[in-house]
């Protein structure tokens, strides 16, 4: 079952590969398949919503590298394996990104900060584990999203829904629309969104809570990098990265990297922009109940986890005022895209530098003239 065989020299796409009947997926349930072929290697991103909806990157040297899904056993979910890279020795590295809940909390404080604001306050999270989803996806010469869509059957989620749009990329570049996060062909994005939804409070402020799935072996980290230049992301200084490195080691295997910016529209204007924050990475001892995740991995994986939640101190503007809320991640594998100086930047630096430099030298070289000028001046009639 080919969705499409994109033109692409280099990348694939396949929905849920090898599936064949009698085995059937639940309605709005897939699992997508984006291989991308390099000289020697090969990048897998596998996409799936059974159960919480899931990202797993795995990068292998080969180029011969295959996924294999037992479908009987991965559609059952009663054992782990049932979805392999084969073959399994080539693996170098695999990590899942999961979307686990999104909690909701009515901030009478108005402080948008989870850590600061009690327990009392929190209305039950929605687990996107038990979320009807639907899935789309669509590929042309030059891109390819699976946009997933998700709500569970109540009031809240009547007109709402929680979508993830995933795309892959041939080439570098970066999306026209803001944050505008610098991608290649090692990464993929999703961009995350919550519409319509209903809030259960007057105040009420949202945060997403993610979780990384990985091999032990690996160690992650938060790091957050300052700019000087916010050309890309207006008004943004800052980006954070997830990364993942070998323990004992500081070279970065794969990462999740953010702008700590969220936006209140589908097409953002600048008063549209709201700050986001990240908790601290903690452990968590169960691996997250998703579908892929709970097939791929098979001894003793590590899970951490981290909330990234929306809106700023004294924020007036709460959900319920615009009802959407939208946020990107970048997901992938080797070392994080880093933002450069543009042209234009560059030619504004130096003409900024430049200039009274400029003015400095020939300054110095006029005033010199003119000392030397009237130096023989002043001596002239001596000699
Ligand atoms: C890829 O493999 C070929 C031969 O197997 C080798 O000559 C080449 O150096 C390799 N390229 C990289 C980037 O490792
Ligand atoms: C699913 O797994 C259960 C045990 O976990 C087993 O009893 C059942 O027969 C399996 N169903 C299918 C369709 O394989
Ligand atoms: C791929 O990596 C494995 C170890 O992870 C190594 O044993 C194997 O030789 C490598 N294959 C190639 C073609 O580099
Ligand atoms: C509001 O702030 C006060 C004082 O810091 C704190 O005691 C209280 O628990 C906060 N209320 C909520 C709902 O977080
Ligand atoms: C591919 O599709 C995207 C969105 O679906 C669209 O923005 C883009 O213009 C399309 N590109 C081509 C070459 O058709
Ligand atoms: C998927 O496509 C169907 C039919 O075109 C459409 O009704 C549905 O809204 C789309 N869902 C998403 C999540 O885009
Ligand atoms: C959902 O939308 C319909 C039609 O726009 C409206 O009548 C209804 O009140 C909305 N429900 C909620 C819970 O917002
Ligand atoms: C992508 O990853 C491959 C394999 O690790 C590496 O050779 C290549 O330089 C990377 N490309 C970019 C743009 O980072
Ligand atoms: C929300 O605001 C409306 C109107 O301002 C008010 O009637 C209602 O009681 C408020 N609800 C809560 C839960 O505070
Ligand atoms: C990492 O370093 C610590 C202390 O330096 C050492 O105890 C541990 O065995 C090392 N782990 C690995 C996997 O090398
Ligand atoms: C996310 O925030 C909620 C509410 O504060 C908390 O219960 C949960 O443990 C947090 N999750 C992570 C992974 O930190």
Known sequence: RFVSSLSWSQ?????????????????????????????????????????????LVVHTNSTQSAVQVDWPVFINRSSSGSLRVEPQSSVQYSSALVFTRVWEYDDVNNTADPQQTAESSFYPPYELQNFLWTLNISANQSDLTVTLCGGEKTESFLNGSLCLQFSAFESEGRDKAWPSLRHNVNSSQLHVWLDGVTPRGNDS??????????????????DVHS?????????????????????????VVGYNQWKPVAYRKPQPVFEDATPCKHSQLVSVNRIPQSGLVQAYFTDDPHTYGLNISFGIDKDPV???????????VLVGMGEPPADSFSTLIIIIITVGLGTPLAIIIVGGVFVWIRKRMSHSSVYEPIN
Request: with cysteine; proline share 8%.
């Open 205 to 222: 402020r949202f945060a997403l809570e993610f979780q990384s799935v990985g091999e032990s072996g690996f160690e992650g980290r938060v």
């Open 11 to 55: 990348v694939s796409v396949e929905l849920n590969p090898g599936l064949t009947p009698p085995s059937v997926l639940p309605p709005g349930v897939g699992l997508v398949h984006v291989r991308g072929l390099g000289l020697n290697d090969t990048l897998h991103f596998l996409l799936c919503n059974a159960g919480a909806p899931a990202l």
């Open 318 to 328: 709460f959900y319920s005022d615009s009802k959407y809320i939208s946020w990107t």
């Open 227 to 251: 700019s000087i230049d916010d050309e890309y992301t207006p008004s943004i200084f800052k980006v954070s990265q997830w990364v993942s490195s070998p323990v004992n080691s500081s070279s």
